[in-house]
């Protein structure tokens, strides 16, 4: 199989280059984002791979079809910058990586949180600059606190199992609640107004979809207690940004802990820092000492990384031997929905 990886860092290289001592695959690496601009680097080859930001739109899934990719593999859960109708249409195979390490991505979150809560950033400064003021620096226990998870997969389970070690009352809102889940893990399902309306910690770990897209946007936030913090390591657009800015400044949101941000492609994954700092909103953010921006790394262990170039491989090569593939993203036309999963190649 020949595959063609975009986005591609050198963790990335890496983990593939062991794995594919195993698969003896030919691959061909670009550290460019897939796009409109370059997807005729793609001509001759089986298997497109793609992370978050590679840009597979309508247009550059019709060329991918024409160049004789067979599919395209996304190393990651979600799929939100894929059009899978498109892909669907043009007979070109989608799968992804629906689990690869929780514990790295709610372990993150958790991080966030203590930075953000407790002022870890700005002591560290200060320190290292002789100061050794505690001004400024005061934060809440968290013990007690109400802690309001939207989205209930796996990462937001062993969320909740951390919250509840720190002695945080949890509560969740899910359109599809598992109230088993809730009953094992110490948390109770609530309606979504609720949750905005008692929590002092907000995590988004819900997928982003039209329904789901700027759930915190003013009317949200306004149902908010006053300094809630806000923590996102989910899909940057799950927030209205420019609404979380002036929330910020009028000191309703009390802090943020993001490692997503709705526009990022054009500057996570890259250094920029020779670069003038163009989004102004971006910019805005990260003048906020209240708030914290990882850019997208909440993934980024050993663990995960090794399993999602181990699970990228694994369903490229059940692709190859026409396998059922438990990991496909499709397009029903009879039901008019993206399914996942369990179709025959």
Not at 32 to 53: G, I, P
Not at 255 to 267: F, P, S, W
């Amino acid at each position: 199989m020949k595959i063609v990886v975009f986005d591609a860092k050198p963790y990335d290289i890496e983990f593939f280059e062991k794995w594919n001592e195993k698969y003896g695959a030919k691959i061909t690496y670009f550290e460019e984002k897939l796009s409109l601009k370059n997807v005729m680097l793609t001509k001759y080859q089986d298997v497109v791979c793609t992370f978050v930001n590679d840009d597979l739109n309508e247009k550059v899934i019709n060329i991918l079809s024409k160049n004789g990719v067979r599919a395209i593999a996304i190393r990651a859960a979600g799929y939100n910058n894929v059009d899978i109708k498109a892909a669907t249409d043009n007979r070109v195979t989608v799968f992804r990586v629906p689990a690869y390490s929780p514990y790295a991505v709610a372990e993150h979150a958790l991080a966030l949180l203590m930075t953000v809560n407790r002022k870890i950033h700005k002591a560290y400064n200060r320190t290292r600059d002789g100061n050794f003021s505690l001004v400024g620096l005061t934060g809440m226990d968290l013990n007690g606190k109400t802690a309001g998870i939207v989205g209930t997969g796996k990462i937001a389970r062993i969320f909740i199992k951390i919250l509840n070690g720190l002695g945080m009352n949890v509560i969740a809102y899910d359109k599809f609640p598992n109230e088993q889940a809730a009953k094992e893990e110490n948390f109770r399902y609530v309606e979504l107004d609720e949750l905005f309306e008692k929590s002092d910690v907000i995590s988004l770990h819900c997928p982003l979809t039209p329904e789901t897209k700027h759930i915190v946007n003013y009317k949200s936030i306004q149902k908010m207690k006053d300094g809630v913090i806000i923590i996102n390591t989910a899909r940057g657009a799950l927030i209205d940004t420019s609404i979380l800015v002036e929330a910020l400044k009028d000191k309703k949101i009390g802090g943020a802990g993001l490692d997503v941000y709705e526009d990022e492609k054009d500057y996570f994954f890259a250094d920029k820092s020779a670069n003038i700092l163009e989004d102004d909103v971006l910019a805005r953010l990260l003048s906020f000492n209240n708030v914290i921006i990882t850019s997208h790394q909440a993934f980024l262990t050993n663990e995960a990384l090794n399993n999602i170039v181990e699970t990228t491989f694994e369903n490229i090569l059940k692709f190859a031997k026409k396998d059922i593939l438990q990991n496909e993203v499709w397009y029903d036309e009879k039901s008019n929905k993206i399914i996942e999963g369990l179709r025959k190649n």
